[in-house]
């Protein structure tokens, strides 16, 4: 076996072991170099394995840290709860990020979704789910400013899409029909979701509508790591 081999089967061990805690900080690369007496190249390349398998993940200018294994949250696909209600309920410390708001393009596809015109500007808000410290979503939604007069503003600040809707007066609403597929993740996904790269993600595509009006209210869409959940539909 190469060095490189023998040491990603050691880590994976001690980590399994206990050694190496969910969330603990690993040893540095010149360090493990020192330790095992081996170029710092070859660290490298066992933490890039090690990231690859799902048991570590790095924090750009801190270091690699051991994943959390044993995050397996039961996730229900369907309803009118807010994601943030749903890990509450479940006992789970939870918190959200805001990462964008964003005038699109012009898309058909969603544009046709959200039934808007042409001229109508639509927005992207971008949010990351972070569950028991560890980044776990990233749910993207798309509103019409038609709709939403003031959404340029309002999206930056935006955590819960629901209690937006509330705000706005829209206090009965249901979700479409939803789309299930498997994606693998981006490069810029990877890093906010610190996920390795043999790791899917479940892509959920589906919009949202006014029960009182039939006014469709959004489009979105929501990526989540298929390795920190279990799958109730």
Known sequence: MSEK??????????????????NDKLPSENELADLYKVPRMVIRK????????????SKQGKGSYVQNQKLQ??????????????????????????????????????????QVKREDAVYKISRLRIVEDC??????????????????????EILSIFHYYQQQGYTDFQPTRSH????????????????????????????????????????????YRSDCFTYVI
């Open 5 to 22: 081999t023998l040491l990603v089967d050691r880590l994976i061990s001690e980590i399994r072991e206990g050694k190496y805690k969910p």
């Open 46 to 57: 066992v933490y890039e394995r090690l990231q690859e398998l799902g048991y570590i993940f």
């Open 73 to 114: 949250i039961p996730l229900i696909l369907t309803g009118d709860v807010s994601f943030t209600e749903k890990m509450k309920e479940l006992k789970y410390d939870t918190r959200t990020m805001n990462l964008s708001c964003e005038k699109i393009p012009y898309d058909s596809s969603i544009y046709h979704t959200l």
């Open 135 to 156: 980044p776990i979503a990233v749910h993207t939604s798309y509103l019409s400013q038609s709709l939403f007069e003031t959404i340029e503003k309002d999206g930056k």
């Open 180 to 223: 299930l597929s498997v994606v693998f993740p981006s490069k810029v996904e990877r890093d906010l979701l610190k996920c390795p790269s043999l790791v899917p993600l479940l892509l959920l595509e589906s919009g949202c509508v006014d029960k009182k009006t039939g006014t469709v209210l959004e489009y979105s869409k929501i990526m």
